[in-house]
């Protein structure tokens, strides 16, 4: 099925150049002269080789056909993160490898997608957002007037990210798992 490279998401095999490809990094670019495009960091699903590909806003790209299973990611067993079969209740085992900018955005219970390509696992689609805890970020100073900017702050997986002034530690924030971005307290 053909999508426009802007509907891509992070965790989406495409195929392109006659390989099957997984999207691990995606970034959008309006840049003051010509037309925006999406820049795509991908990993070759046999070879694991890595390819960065430039896509302007009229390209199309081949969303491979797989077969996608609802999942609850459980826990971390240590170099492995196991998952359970919605339906079946079956666990499976992935790698660290095969999720690497996704681990920040897991917690126990949380419901995943898992792509399958002839039965083997090949990607792991997180939902478009999700509510993390923060465990460290500044105090704001009673009197302090609301920056344009943010804080860093640290969420409960580790995840660092850029919140408003007024989150305090220890309140809930949506998170978007796409761009890494605040969306809102929770």
């Known amino acids: 099925m053909k999508i426009s490279a802007f509907e891509a998401r992070v965790g989406n095999l495409i195929e392109h150049q006659g390989k099957l490809w997984k999207v691990y990094k995606k970034n959008h670019v309006k840049p003051g002269k010509g ?3 999406v820049q795509m960091e991908m990993k070759c699903v046999s070879d694991g080789t890595k390819l960065n590909e430039r896509f302007r806003s009229e390209d199309k790209v081949e969303k491979a056909h797989v077969e996608t299973r609802k999942m609850q990611y459980l826990y971390a ?3 492995n993160y196991i998952f359970m079969d919605n339906e079946s209740f079956e666990q499976l085992n992935l790698p660290v490898d095969e999720l690497e900018d996704q681990i920040p955005f897991l917690l126990p219970n949380t419901d995943v997608q898992i792509n399958f390509h002839n039965e083997s696992p090949i990607g792991v689609e997180l939902p478009t957002s999700v509510v ?4 460290e970020t500044e105090v704001m100073v009673k009197g302090q007037t609301v920056a344009s900017g943010g804080k860093p702050a640290v969420l409960e997986t580790g995840l660092k990210i850029s919140v408003p002034q007024f989150v305090n530690v220890g309140e809930k924030v ?3 798992t796409e761009t890494r971005e605040y969306i809102e307290r929770a």
Do not use: W
Request: proline share 0%; hydrophobic share 40%.
């Open 174 to 176: 949506k998170v978007n």
């Open 35 to 37: 037309g925006a495009f």
């Open 132 to 135: 993390l805890e923060v465990t």
């Open 77 to 79: 067993e240590g170099e």
